[in-house]
Nanobody, 115 residues
Framework: QVQLVESGGGLVQPGGSLRLSCVGSGFSFSDYAVTWHRQVPGKEREQIAHINPGGVSTYYDDSVKGRFTISRDDAKRTAYLQMNNLKVEDTARYYC????????WGQGTQVTVSS
């Protein structure tokens, strides 16, 4: 069964940094793109980053471009989201997913940016 387990969230001050991890199992990790998403209560979940198989191509939403970096380590079956210069508006629950169909979601990891 496909599993996606996010971790690394926490409470940080504005301007701080955090690195999220996403461990995938139950599928051929290296063959799939990995995406990061976030959701605030009362709002739609939004995609914020994407990395293709092989990791040579990436995409970022304008809201995080220049501050966040997505990467992957296929040997560890893990994708990462390095978040720098965090802002209060980055507060959300963060999720990862794979490929183009986002049928199953993990529990996500909470990121709270507050002073």
């Amino acid at each position: 069964q496909v599993q996606l387990v996010e971790s690394g969230g926490g409470l940080v001050q504005p301007g701080g940094s955090l690195r999220l991890s996403c461990v995938g199992s139950g599928f051929s990790f290296s063959d799939y793109a990995v995406t990061w998403h976030r959701q605030v209560p009362g709002k739609e979940r939004e995609q914020i980053a994407h990395i293709n198989p092989g990791g040579v191509s990436t995409y970022y939403d304008d809201s995080v471009k220049g501050r966040f970096t997505i990467s992957r380590d296929d040997a560890k079956r893990t994708a990462y989201l390095q978040m720098n210069n965090l802002k209060v508006e980055d507060t959300a629950r963060y999720y990862c997913n794979k490929g183009r169909r986002w049928t199953f979601w993990g529990q996500g990891t909470q990121v709270t940016v507050s002073s």
